[in-house]
């Protein structure tokens, strides 16, 4: 899905109800963009056999899980998020036993698996949209998606004033098979993305099914996409406005965060919850045990506040949820500050773990965010200062990893990999990019294919090129130029999430102690930790409070005071 990020709106618990102790509650997740990852076969296009291949870099960064962007069978209007087969890998990816082979693999390294689930439309090619188009009015699989008559005197006009999230309306009209106008459907997204009608029961049986499936394929988990815009609201009323993606993330919509969506997560969470947990010492049948719990379903549920966001992971519903409202938070202390309190606020009364996040596939990645003057929102077109954006994302990242609960890494995010804003336009794939009325549609930019080496046609993803352009220079952010490096991206990314898992004060948690701090510095305490954070364009001073254990740039000590440098975040154990 197309992210559109609202302003920020104005904690763990390891026996919660509902929510046992997990791998979950404080894991560090990498998500893979498969195209973009690795190419094993040369083709210019990553896929599974590639991300097996370099499973080990993720082993070594010292991540928990996996999260793999979509990879099953698609027309790729979307980039693989119209899915036509949900049960099958698109060949451009591979096939089911490369899915298998993964998945072993990923386990035998100890890493967990999480796929992307697309539940709220398919593909324009599913076989049940193309059945129903067939078929014609009357056909019982229309209703497995929202068809409806248009307005107007012919039926002209779409059935509501409902807007596609990329732009224009979310409805087309169809041809019915004796070539005369005929109903229309509802997309929120390209109209090659039909929304199902959760309200069919055939829907949520299909489902339910998909889950069973990629469960006993042994995967850990979902990540699930628009888990927020699967229920309309009773009779798809007008929303009465213009511009309406101006106001997602700030109303409930009558398309997204309806109420009825928690029932269909209650359901998904009792077939997790039946199947043992791959992970376990001696597998998941030692000694004659069955242990339960450990697969888990992460919402992308794009609320107006972190309090919403919160009913997607009460105790009998999803495990995490995605904090969008801090990836769009400025370089801002007193931003931070607000944001981190009531993400933390939120989620204890439902005890979920807190996530963080702060680059991913659909927005421009924070290397380059902070390089730019703050208020420009997620998907920028300038470069900015490259020197300032490293910097700050360095510091950012610090931060990200000392708060408690769970984070998420983009792929690349560890080489400190700027946004590609210069692609030409006649390389751009984003759908976005080619509807006039949608969204800017520059998330082709952070979607480059990452280098791997110093060398090569394209860095080490592949032999065959890459299927968007690489720029200049970009072999010297490589894994290989950046491994074994003092000072380095990767080597501060390996060293923080190692730490991380080490220090008994960091990982599961509910809260964080404020302490003082000059103006612009965030100060917080957790057991025998403390993280210090400098925002501001100069250097800061204030006591030591304890031994320097990590910082994002050199820190000195000037007696018993410490001098943070502009943009920096120091970790110290006490």
Same mark, same amino acid.
């Given at each position: ?27 560090? !997740? ?9 190419? *094993? ?30 990879? %099953? ?29 993964? !998945? ?25 949209? /193309? +059945? ?18 248009? /307005? ?25 098979? $004796? ?43 979902? &990540? ?7 229920? /309309? ?12 993606? /101006?106001?997602?993330?700030? $109303? ?12 269909? %997560?209650?359901?998904?969470?009792? !077939?997790?919850?039946?199947?043992? $947990? ?33 009913? %997607? ?21 007193? =931003? ?28 421009? &990645? ?14 920028? +077109? ?10 700050? *994302? &360095? ?41 006039? =009325? ?62 991380? +898992? ?64 502009? $943009? ?7």
């Amino acid at each position: 899905m197309t992210q559109h990020l609202a302003a920020p709106s104005t904690g763990t618990s390891d026996d919660a109800p509902g929510h046992p102790a997990g791998w979950w509650q404080d894991a560090v !997740i990498y998500q893979v963009y498969p195209r973009s990852f690795a190419d *094993a076969d040369g083709d210019g296009m990553g896929d599974l056999a590639g991300v097996t291949a370099r499973l080990p870099h993720l082993r070594d960064l010292g991540v928990d899980a996996v999260w793999l962007s979509p990879f %099953y069978a698609s027309p790729q209007a979307d980039a693989g998020y119209d899915v036509s087969d949900y049960r099958a890998i698109d060949p451009m990816f591979g096939n089911l036993l490369d899915a298998d082979a993964l !998945i072993r693999e990923a386990h035998a390294l100890g890493l967990r698996i999480i796929v992307d689930l697309v539940p709220n439309h398919s593909s324009d090619q599913h076989e049940w949209f /193309k +059945r129903a188009l067939a078929e014609g009015p009357g056909s019982a699989l229309r209703e497995r998606y929202h068809f409806r008559p248009g /307005k107007g005197a012919g039926g002209e006009l779409p059935p509501n004033d409902w807007e596609s999230i990329f732009g224009g309306p979310a409805w087309t009209r169809t041809v019915d098979p $004796d070539g005369t106008p005929g109903d229309w459907y509802l997309h929120l997204f390209a109209p090659e993305q039909p929304d199902f009608n959760w309200e069919h029961p055939a829907v949520a049986d299909e489902f339910r099914s998909i889950l069973r499936f990629w469960l006993d394929m042994g995967v850990d988990g979902f &990540r699930v996409d628009v888990a927020h815009g699967l229920v /309309k609201a009773q009779g798809l009323p007008d929303l009465g406005t213009h511009d309406q993606l /101006k106001l997602l993330g700030n $109303d409930v919509m009558p398309f997204f965060d309806q109420d009825g969506v928690h029932a269909i %997560y209650r359901s998904w969470r009792t !077939i997790l919850d039946e199947y043992p $947990d791959t992970m376990e010492p001696g597998g998941p049948l030692a000694a004659g045990r069955r242990v339960t719990g450990g697969r888990i379903a992460v919402a992308e549920a794009w609320t107006p506040t972190v309090e919403r966001t919160a009913n %997607y992971v009460r105790p009998d519903e999803m495990h995490q949820a995605f904090n969008f409202q801090y990836l769009a938070t400025d370089w801002d202390a007193a =931003a931070l500050r607000q944001v981190i309190d009531s993400s933390l606020d939120a989620m204890r009364p439902v005890g979920a773990p807190t996530t963080w996040v702060l680059s991913n596939h659909d927005v421009t &990645r924070h290397a380059t965010r902070f390089a730019n003057p703050p208020g420009l929102g997620t998907q920028l +077109r300038t470069p900015g200062d490259r020197e300032l954006g490293l910097r700050r *994302a &360095r510091a950012a990242s610090l931060l990200m990893l000392a708060l408690p609960g769970s984070a998420y890494v983009y792929q690349g995010e560890e080489l400190g990999l700027p946004d590609v804003t210069d692609l030409p336009d006649e390389a751009r794939q984003d759908p976005s990019f080619f509807r006039a =009325a949608g969204q800017d549609g520059f998330r082709d930019g952070c979607r480059v294919p990452i280098p791997w080496t110093r060398e090569g046609t394209s860095y080490g993803f592949g032999d065959g090129g890459s299927w968007l352009p690489q720029p200049a220079g970009w072999g010297e952010l490589s894994i290989e130029a950046q491994t074994g490096v003092a000072g380095s991206t990767l080597e501060l990314y390996r060293a923080a999430i190692a730490a991380r +898992r080490d220090h008994p004060g960091l990982g599961v948690g509910t809260d964080v102690e404020w302490l003082e701090g000059p103006e612009g510095v965030l100060v917080f305490a957790r057991p025998g930790f403390v993280c210090t954070v400098n925002t501001t364009g100069a250097p800061a001073r204030l006591p030591a409070p304890g031994r320097v254990l990590l910082a994002s740039s050199p820190v000195s000590l000037d007696g018993a005071e410490a001098v943070l440098p502009a $943009d920096t975040t120091v970790w110290w154990t006490v």
